[in-house]
Nanobody, 122 residues
């Protein structure tokens, strides 16, 4: 069982930056690949970024490549999402999630956090 708690969301102007963090419980954090997803009002949840168990591989959706960076610290049981050059279309609730194998598919993730709101004003 893995429990995930996100933090770091907020309101920021377009062009600004935010850093989301996700703290995981348990001693087996390193056994899980991690992902970030987001859901905007009236839209389906979408993949944002994923990182392998070791942190050696990362994946991003095209719309955030070059702006967002996912990273993890297995010693601290945390995964982060650094978001730069934010755009109004990045506004959404952001969720971190855990899965046994690195994937971009939300259905393959077993554990989810409660989400944190990111709002980007124009």
């Amino acid at each position: 069982q893995v429990q995930l708690v996100e933090s770091g969301g907020g309101l920021v102007q377009a062009g600004g930056s935010l850093r989301l963090s996700c703290a995981a419980s348990g001693r087996t954090f390193g056994n899980y690949a991690m992902g970030w997803f987001r859901q905007a009002p009236g839209k389906e949840r979408e993949f944002v970024a994923a990182i392998s168990r070791s942190g050696g591989s990362t994946y991003y959706t095209d719309s955030v490549k070059g702006r967002f960076t996912i990273s993890r610290d297995n010693a601290k049981n945390t995964v982060s999402l650094q978001m730069n050059s934010l755009k109004p279309e990045d506004t959404a609730v952001y969720y971190c999630a855990a899965t046994r194998f690195t994937t971009t598919q939300s259905l393959d993730y077993n554990y989810w956090g409660q989400g944190t709101q990111v709002t980007v004003s124009s």
